[in-house]
Protein backbone atom coordinates (compact mmCIF):
# COMPACT_ATOMS: atom_id res chain seq x y z
CA UNK A 1 0.00 0.00 0.00
CA UNK A 2 1.43 3.32 -0.77
CA UNK A 3 2.71 6.16 1.09
CA UNK A 4 1.50 9.17 -0.31
CA UNK A 5 2.37 12.98 0.13
CA UNK A 6 0.91 15.64 -1.13
CA UNK A 7 2.17 19.24 -1.03
CA UNK A 8 0.27 21.97 -0.09
CA UNK A 9 0.84 25.86 0.05
CA UNK A 10 -0.21 28.36 1.68
CA UNK A 11 -1.76 31.65 -0.73
CA UNK A 12 -3.56 34.82 -0.66
CA UNK A 13 -7.36 34.32 -1.77
CA UNK A 14 -7.38 34.62 -5.21
CA UNK A 15 -10.19 37.13 -4.97
CA UNK A 16 -8.30 39.17 -2.69
CA UNK A 17 -6.65 42.89 -3.24
CA UNK A 18 -3.24 43.35 -3.26
CA UNK A 19 -2.19 46.26 -1.61
CA UNK A 20 1.68 48.05 -1.87
CA UNK A 21 2.68 49.39 1.43
CA UNK A 22 6.37 51.61 0.89
CA UNK A 23 8.27 48.91 -0.95
CA UNK A 24 6.47 45.20 -0.16
CA UNK A 25 2.89 44.17 -0.45
CA UNK A 26 0.88 43.75 2.15
CA UNK A 27 -0.69 40.97 3.29
CA UNK A 28 -2.21 41.99 6.57
CA UNK A 29 -5.55 41.97 5.39
CA UNK A 30 -5.83 38.98 3.22
CA UNK A 31 -7.63 36.05 3.34
CA UNK A 32 -5.50 32.70 3.41
CA UNK A 33 -6.77 29.62 1.63
CA UNK A 34 -5.15 26.20 0.37
CA UNK A 35 -3.45 26.88 -3.47
CA UNK A 36 -6.32 26.18 -5.90
CA UNK A 37 -4.79 23.88 -7.73
CA UNK A 38 -3.34 21.92 -4.60
CA UNK A 39 -7.30 21.07 -4.26
CA UNK A 40 -6.74 18.84 -7.63
CA UNK A 41 -3.62 17.32 -5.88
CA UNK A 42 -5.38 16.31 -2.60
CA UNK A 43 -8.26 15.03 -4.57
CA UNK A 44 -5.94 13.14 -6.70
CA UNK A 45 -4.24 11.52 -3.72
CA UNK A 46 -7.27 11.01 -1.93
CA UNK A 47 -8.04 8.55 -5.20
CA UNK A 48 -5.12 6.61 -4.85
CA UNK A 49 -5.48 5.97 -1.54
CA UNK A 50 -9.24 4.73 -2.21
CA UNK A 51 -7.88 2.58 -5.19
CA UNK A 52 -4.25 1.04 -3.62
CA UNK A 53 -4.92 1.76 0.21
CA UNK A 54 -2.29 3.42 1.72
CA UNK A 55 -1.95 6.78 3.81
CA UNK A 56 -2.17 10.49 2.57
CA UNK A 57 -0.07 13.29 4.31
CA UNK A 58 -0.35 16.78 3.72
CA UNK A 59 2.86 18.31 4.01
CA UNK A 60 3.72 22.63 3.57
CA UNK A 61 6.68 23.89 4.54
CA UNK A 62 6.40 27.66 6.47
CA UNK A 63 5.44 29.35 10.09
CA UNK A 64 2.58 28.38 12.28
CA UNK A 65 0.50 30.51 10.54
CA UNK A 66 0.39 27.56 7.64
CA UNK A 67 -1.11 25.44 9.78
CA UNK A 68 -4.79 26.20 9.23
CA UNK A 69 -4.35 24.80 5.47
CA UNK A 70 -3.01 21.86 6.72
CA UNK A 71 -6.20 21.59 9.23
CA UNK A 72 -8.58 22.18 6.25
CA UNK A 73 -6.69 19.15 3.98
CA UNK A 74 -7.13 17.33 6.92
CA UNK A 75 -10.88 18.24 6.84
CA UNK A 76 -11.14 16.58 3.12
CA UNK A 77 -9.96 13.22 3.95
CA UNK A 78 -5.96 13.18 4.35
CA UNK A 79 -4.44 11.22 7.15
CA UNK A 80 -1.63 12.99 8.42
CA UNK A 81 -0.48 16.78 8.28
CA UNK A 82 3.17 17.75 8.93
CA UNK A 83 4.32 21.28 8.58
CA UNK A 84 8.43 21.72 7.54
CA UNK A 85 9.47 25.06 9.29
CA UNK A 86 12.78 26.35 11.37
CA UNK A 87 12.93 29.99 12.43
CA UNK A 88 15.94 30.50 11.61
CA UNK A 89 15.41 30.45 7.52
CA UNK A 90 13.79 33.71 6.88
CA UNK A 91 12.63 34.01 3.89
CA UNK A 92 13.82 31.19 1.37
CA UNK A 93 14.23 30.85 -2.39
CA UNK A 94 12.90 28.47 -4.76
CA UNK A 95 16.41 26.22 -4.60
CA UNK A 96 15.76 26.54 -0.39
CA UNK A 97 12.24 25.53 -0.61
CA UNK A 98 12.33 22.60 -2.96
CA UNK A 99 15.60 21.28 -1.03
CA UNK A 100 14.06 21.45 2.13
CA UNK A 101 10.76 19.76 0.90
CA UNK A 102 12.42 16.91 -0.97
CA UNK A 103 14.72 16.05 2.08
CA UNK A 104 11.06 16.34 4.05
CA UNK A 105 9.29 13.69 1.76
CA UNK A 106 12.65 11.02 1.81
CA UNK A 107 12.10 11.09 5.59
CA UNK A 108 8.82 10.87 5.48
CA UNK A 109 9.54 7.37 3.39
CA UNK A 110 6.84 8.59 0.74
CA UNK A 111 6.16 6.74 -2.71
CA UNK A 112 4.73 9.16 -4.93
CA UNK A 113 4.03 12.67 -4.59
CA UNK A 114 1.19 14.91 -5.50
CA UNK A 115 1.01 18.42 -5.92
CA UNK A 116 -0.50 21.44 -8.04
CA UNK A 117 0.46 22.25 -11.03
CA UNK A 118 1.52 25.91 -9.85
CA UNK A 119 1.20 28.15 -6.80
CA UNK A 120 -1.38 31.02 -7.37
CA UNK A 121 0.90 33.25 -5.29
CA UNK A 122 3.91 33.18 -7.82
CA UNK A 123 2.98 31.28 -10.57
CA UNK A 124 6.35 30.13 -11.26
CA UNK A 125 5.11 26.29 -12.32
CA UNK A 126 8.75 24.74 -10.80
CA UNK A 127 7.98 22.98 -7.30
CA UNK A 128 6.85 19.88 -8.74
CA UNK A 129 10.03 19.24 -11.24
CA UNK A 130 12.35 21.01 -9.23
CA UNK A 131 11.65 18.41 -5.77
CA UNK A 132 11.28 15.45 -8.49
CA UNK A 133 15.12 16.34 -9.37
CA UNK A 134 16.48 16.77 -6.20
CA UNK A 135 14.88 13.48 -5.62
CA UNK A 136 16.18 11.69 -8.43
CA UNK A 137 12.20 10.31 -9.01
CA UNK A 138 10.55 10.82 -12.57
CA UNK A 139 8.72 13.94 -12.59
CA UNK A 140 5.17 14.42 -14.83
CA UNK A 141 3.52 17.41 -15.19
CA UNK A 142 -0.05 18.85 -15.22
CA UNK A 143 -1.93 16.18 -15.62
CA UNK A 144 -6.01 16.40 -16.23
CA UNK A 145 -6.83 12.29 -14.82
CA UNK A 146 -5.57 9.75 -13.35
CA UNK A 147 -6.27 6.02 -12.85
CA UNK A 148 -4.99 3.59 -10.21
CA UNK A 149 -6.56 -0.10 -11.38
CA UNK A 150 -3.05 -1.78 -11.24
CA UNK A 151 -0.30 1.30 -10.97
CA UNK A 152 -0.81 4.84 -11.90
CA UNK A 153 -2.17 5.89 -15.71
CA UNK A 154 -2.22 9.78 -15.93
CA UNK A 155 -3.87 12.08 -18.79
CA UNK A 156 -1.99 15.20 -19.52
CA UNK A 157 -2.42 17.60 -22.44
CA UNK A 158 -0.04 18.19 -25.52
CA UNK A 159 -0.08 20.40 -28.27
CA UNK A 160 -1.06 17.31 -30.43
CA UNK A 161 -4.11 16.37 -28.03
CA UNK A 162 -3.90 13.99 -24.88
CA UNK A 163 -1.28 11.73 -23.63
CA UNK A 164 -1.99 8.80 -21.52
CA UNK A 165 1.44 8.10 -19.47
CA UNK A 166 1.69 5.20 -17.22
CA UNK A 167 3.94 5.66 -13.80
CA UNK A 168 5.76 3.34 -12.78
CA UNK A 169 8.57 3.56 -9.76
CA UNK A 170 8.43 6.73 -7.85
CA UNK A 171 7.69 9.87 -9.04
CA UNK A 172 6.08 13.67 -8.48
CA UNK A 173 3.09 14.34 -10.47
CA UNK A 174 1.83 17.59 -10.73
CA UNK A 175 -2.03 18.41 -11.08
CA UNK A 176 -4.31 20.82 -13.29
CA UNK A 177 -7.96 21.66 -12.87
CA UNK A 178 -9.03 18.64 -15.56
CA UNK A 179 -11.93 16.40 -14.90
CA UNK A 180 -11.16 15.88 -11.46
CA UNK A 181 -14.14 17.01 -9.46
CA UNK A 182 -12.71 18.38 -5.38
CA UNK A 183 -14.59 17.09 -2.95
CA UNK A 184 -15.91 19.24 0.30
CA UNK A 185 -15.34 18.29 3.85
CA UNK A 186 -17.83 17.46 5.76
CA UNK A 187 -19.32 18.32 9.35
CA UNK A 188 -17.88 15.43 11.12
CA UNK A 189 -14.11 15.99 9.01
CA UNK A 190 -14.19 19.42 10.44
CA UNK A 191 -14.65 18.32 13.70
CA UNK A 192 -11.74 15.97 13.42
CA UNK A 193 -9.72 18.65 11.85
CA UNK A 194 -9.75 21.09 14.16
CA UNK A 195 -8.44 18.55 16.91
CA UNK A 196 -5.74 17.12 14.61
CA UNK A 197 -1.61 17.58 15.68
CA UNK A 198 0.18 19.46 13.33
CA UNK A 199 3.87 17.43 13.19
CA UNK A 200 6.72 19.92 13.11
CA UNK A 201 9.54 18.97 11.06
CA UNK A 202 12.24 19.44 11.07
CA UNK A 203 14.87 19.42 8.03
CA UNK A 204 17.69 20.75 6.47
CA UNK A 205 18.12 23.54 3.40
CA UNK A 206 20.65 25.51 1.55
CA UNK A 207 20.91 29.25 2.13
CA UNK A 208 19.41 31.28 -0.10
CA UNK A 209 21.25 32.99 -2.49
CA UNK A 210 18.02 35.08 -4.33
CA UNK A 211 16.25 37.83 -2.16
CA UNK A 212 13.42 39.96 -2.63
CA UNK A 213 15.22 43.62 -3.44
CA UNK A 214 11.61 45.22 -3.48
CA UNK A 215 7.79 44.90 -4.78
CA UNK A 216 5.85 47.05 -6.99
CA UNK A 217 2.12 47.36 -8.66
CA UNK A 218 2.27 46.51 -12.71
CA UNK A 219 2.01 50.08 -14.56
CA UNK A 220 -1.62 51.09 -14.77
CA UNK A 221 -3.58 50.43 -18.12
CA UNK A 222 -3.78 53.25 -20.82
CA UNK A 223 -7.82 54.11 -20.82
CA UNK A 224 -9.69 52.88 -24.17
CA UNK A 225 -10.36 54.72 -27.06
CA UNK A 226 -13.87 54.62 -28.83
CA UNK A 227 -14.54 55.04 -32.29
CA UNK A 228 -17.84 55.64 -34.09
CA UNK A 229 -18.56 55.03 -37.88
CA UNK A 230 -16.77 53.33 -41.00
CA UNK A 231 -14.89 56.50 -41.28
CA UNK A 232 -12.53 55.39 -38.31
CA UNK A 233 -11.87 51.88 -39.57
CA UNK A 234 -8.49 53.34 -41.22
CA UNK A 235 -7.23 54.83 -37.72
CA UNK A 236 -8.68 51.55 -35.63
CA UNK A 237 -6.50 49.29 -38.45
CA UNK A 238 -3.37 51.10 -37.46
CA UNK A 239 -3.86 51.28 -33.70
CA UNK A 240 -4.38 47.33 -33.78
CA UNK A 241 -1.54 47.03 -35.87
CA UNK A 242 1.33 49.92 -34.08
CA UNK A 243 0.02 49.74 -30.79
CA UNK A 244 -2.15 46.70 -29.61
CA UNK A 245 0.65 44.28 -31.78
CA UNK A 246 -3.07 42.05 -32.62
CA UNK A 247 -2.64 42.22 -36.64
Known amino acids: MPNIVVLVKRVPDTNARIVINGDRVDLS ?5 ISPYDEFAIETALQHKESAGG ?14 ILKDAKAIGVDDIVRVWDDS ?12 LANAISELGAEVVYCGKTAADTGAGSTGPG ?8 SVSNIIDAEFSGGITVHAPTDKGTEVI ?12 GSVKVRKPNVKGIMMA ?12 PASTIQVVSQSSPPAKPEGKMFNGGSSAEEVAKLLRDEANVI
Not at 29 to 33: E, G, I
Not at 89 to 100: F, H, K, R, V, Y
Not at 166 to 177: F, P, Q, T
Open 29 to 33: AVKWV
Open 55 to 68: TVTALTLGPSDSDK
Open 89 to 100: WGELDSNAIQSA
Open 131 to 138: VAERLGWA
Open 166 to 177: SVSGNAVISCDK
Open 194 to 205: KKAQVNLMSVSA
